[in-house]
């Protein structure tokens, strides 16, 4: 298994709902992260979780929660989120030795009305 | 300030012919520069990637030049084709201990016409 699987696919929320986006990834890779990526531009890094533990939060709303259960889950919950935080949300896992190969999932279409 | 610059923006190619884009980065401390290719809907794939004690690296059609005194890359797409038609990221890599950062141009948008 080389994939790193992202549920749901698509969402829509209104700004007092709360949800949250899954990853999973079966390679054994403890590097996880989240980036977020608008229209027309690249991704940008959110988190780092590092064996289960948080290793790089950049500078991200707290409206925004990470958590990883174990070393094959990430999950990011959403609460209170703003219209400008429409985005396609992107997982990525990468194994250790060799941090910079990230594999990403095919992300969360997230729309906020 | 953008660390790692990326050009052209949209690049138009002939089926058959060769797609050039450029990257140019600032931060030394960079260790590892991989490519992404994105279509629609889909996450960034990796597709070829350069560590900067190499010079030049090919993979099938695909081929990274590293220059690392100029401090640029490139990749070559060699008989480009439509299905390479996709958003092309290049990127820089700091590796920390268990984990890297990925600092990534703005992209280029590539389009091979049949």
């Known amino acids: 298994d080389t994939e790193v699987t992202q549920t749901p696919k698509h969402l829509v929320m209104g700004m007092t709902n709360k949800k949250s986006l899954k990853c999973e990834q079966h390679?054994?890779?403890?590097?996880m992260y989240w980036y977020k990526q608008k229209a027309k531009k690249p991704p940008e890094l959110m988190f780092v979780?590092?064996?289960?533990?948080?290793?790089i939060n950049e500078s991200v709303p707290s409206r925004f929660s990470p958590e990883c259960p174990n070393s094959s889950l990430l999950n990011l919950h959403l609460h209170a989120l703003q219209p400008e935080d429409s985005a396609l949300y992107l997982c990525a896992s990468s194994p250790l030795g060799s941090g910079e190969k990230l594999f990403f999932g095919s992300g969360t279409q997230l729309s906020v009305l | 300030q953008q660390q790692v610059k990326q050009s052209p923006q949209s690049l138009i190619v002939q089926k058959g012919g060769i797609s050039i884009i450029n990257c140019a980065y600032e931060?030394?401390?960079?260790?590892?520069f991989p490519w992404y290719q994105q279509f629609p809907g889909k996450g960034p794939a990796l597709l070829i990637a350069?560590?900067?004690?190499?010079s030049e690296k090919k993979e099938g059609r695909f081929t990274i030049s590293f220059n690392k005194s100029a401090k640029q890359f490139s990749l070559h797409i060699m008989d480009s084709q439509p299905g390479d038609s996709a958003t092309y990221f290049c990127a820089a890599s700091k590796s920390y201990s268990g984990y890297s950062t990925l600092t990534f141009g703005k992209g280029t948008m590539l389009l091979v016409s049949p």
């Open positions: 931060n030394t401390a960079f260790d590892y």
């Open positions: 350069i560590r900067p004690d190499v």
């Open positions: 979780y590092s064996y289960e533990k948080l290793s």
């Open positions: 390679m054994g890779h403890r590097a």
